[in-house]
Structures are given as C-alpha cells and as structure tokens.
C-alpha cells in the first residue's frame, strides 16, 4: 500500500512510520507541520529508505494538502496530527482547536475530494483512519470513590471529554463519524490508552520523571498522585494500529489498551527503583518525588476494554507494563543525546556506574 501518515514526526507517528518501513514494503508520505514536539530525528533509521518521504505540511492549508494527496496517491491515510498535551490545552486552547477540528476538517475534505475520483474497487480499498484518545470518556469510578464498581471504557461508552485537549479530540471523532455516515468515506477510529516508550517528548509522565531524576531536579507528581492510567506501550499500540488499517471493519471503532492499570505515583516510584538498579547514584531517585497543585479537572481514573479488537483482529499487547518500562528507562538511558537536544537548558549527566 501507499499510506499517507499525518503527525508522523510525533511520538506515536513516527514509531508507526519506523514499524511500516521495517516490517512491511509499503511506501508512506509522512506529513509533519514539525511544531515543537515534532522531531525528524525520531526518524533516522529509516529515513534514507526509497519507500519513505516526508513533507512539512500543516494540515489546515487545504489547497496544499489537497495537491499532496492526490500526487502521492495514497491507499490509506492515518490521521496522527495533534495537539495532545492536556495542560497546554488548559493554558492556550486556540491551538488545539485549529489543529484537531479544523485541521481534521481539513484532511477529511481533502480525502473525500480524492476518494470520489477513485474508480469502484480503489473506493471500496481506500481507508481513512482516525487515531484518536480514550480520554474523549471522560474519566471513570476510582477504587477510593464510595460505592466503588469496576467500570472500563468500551467503544459505546458515552463521550464526557474533561479537557479542551479532550473535548477537541471529541469533536475531531465526531467529524470522522459525520463524514462516514453523510458521505461515505470509509473511516475507522482507535481510541488508545495513555502510550510511553523510546522518543516520547519529555513533557509527558513517564519521560519526564525519567529526565528529570537524571539531572537531579524534582519529579512532580499532581495532586496525590492516585490518578489511574491504563498504560499501553508504543510500540504494541503500532501494531494495533496497523491491524486495524489493514483489517479492520469500515466504520467501526476500536479501543486499544494495554490491560496496565496503575496510579501516577506507582508510575514514578517504579521508574525511580528502575533508575537506582540501572544508573545509581549518589542519592535514592525516590527522594526527589514532589506533590504538586493538581490540574484543573484531572480524570481520576481511565481503563480501556480491549475485548473487541482482541476477538474480532486477535491483537494483544506484547508487553507487560513492567517490561515495557524497563526497555523504555534503558533507551533513556542510552539516548541522552537525543534529549539533551530536546532540552538544552536541562542539565542532565549520567551516573558513572548506568547500566
């Protein structure tokens, strides 16, 4: 296939781009407005392959994207492109509205104006999909709530976003939906859980604990840190990803998670055990843990049902959140250049005895 990767710079995008170019002989177009957690650097082994091109594009500019798409020719095309950080979005919305609704808009024009010159059977193929957020639910029951019942996010469960980041991550599957039920376009939507791993820009939990404790800065953890996340690895959520694209139903949603319930606290102090066996040092990370003024309207719980893309595709994620961990902490460890270059200002040294 011919695949169209938007947001293919980012975290998650460009471990897909690194997993297609790697397994797989299709050809991808990667475009990228390259925003600051946008790095092509994320890219570099696999970016001198002939089956790989990128294009700095923002999606909003319809006449551009409209040029590149139907140049390039694409059997697919999967919708990475967002702005995905929650505080910023309490901060400064404007961005998250223009880039996750309009630009969706944008791209969902685009693909239709392209798809409706195809001839039947190139129709029937092509797939426009939407990789989208489990926090579009809202949040659910936390074990401390009175009257405590397990509950799980599945693909019917209602939308009740918390955020502008989430609420814009709404709107955006509500538009993918809309444009599949009025026009046609044969759409699938993943809604995952919260993904760490190699590459994942350091203003995000996991890295950010991680960096910080290696230049000896305090790790801050909201509020008291008992908000539960389900924790799914990249590198498991790409080849979901994939599946889907591949075989997936038209018009149907698939929630992908990776079945690792744990609160942020357990989440840190996990990291910092993995850093005194890994790269000891002079001080016992833990110490450095800080609460920290909770967010505005933080969702205390999230938890993904993965039932219906584990029955109808057989996925399931290869890693356990404690092995996913440990592969993430030591590509930190192994790559302080690459966040050094993220981060110029920051300090960060490793210890003489790292492992």
Known sequence: MKILITGGAGFIGSALIRYLITHT??????????????????????????????????????????????????????????ESHVDRSISAAGEFIQTNIVGTYSLLECARAYWLQLDSSAQRDFRFHHISTDEVYGDLPHPNDANFARQLFSETTAYDPSSPYS???????????????????????????????????????????????????????????????????????????????????????????????????????????????????????????TFVTDRAGHDKRYAIDASKITNELHWQPQHTFATGLRKTVQWYLQNLPWCQALLPDLSIQLPQKAK
């Not at 939507?189 to 994942?200: E, M």
Request: proline fraction near 4%; charge should be negative; charged fraction near 20%.
């Open 25 to 82: 002989q299709h050809h991808i177009l990667n475009v990228d407005k390259l925003t600051y957690a946008g790095n092509l650097s994320s890219l570099d082994s696999v970016s001198d392959s002939e089956r790989y091109q990128f294009l700095r594009l923002d999606i909003c500019a319809q006449a551009q994207l409209r040029q590149a798409i139907d140049e390039f020719k694409p059997d697919a095309i999967m919708h990475l492109a967002a």
């Open 167 to 289: 609420a814009s991550k709404a709107a955006s599957d509500h538009l993918v939906r809309a444009w599949h039920r009025t026009y046609g376009l044969p759409v699938l939507i993943t809604n995952c859980s919260n993904n760490y791993g190699p590459f994942h820009f350091p203003e995000k939990l996991i890295p950010l604990a991680i960096i910080n404790a290696l230049a000896g800065k305090s790790i801050p953890v909201y509020g008291d840190g008992l908000q539960i996340r389900d924790w799914l690895f990249v590198d498991d959520h790409v080849d979901a990803l994939y599946q889907v694209v591949c075989r997936g139903k038209v018009g149907e949603t698939y929630n992908v998670g990776g079945f690792n319930e744990c609160t942020n606290l357990s989440v840190v102090t996990q990291i910092c055990e993995l850093l005194n066996e890994l790269a000891p040092c002079h001080i016992d990370y833990q110490s450095l843990i």
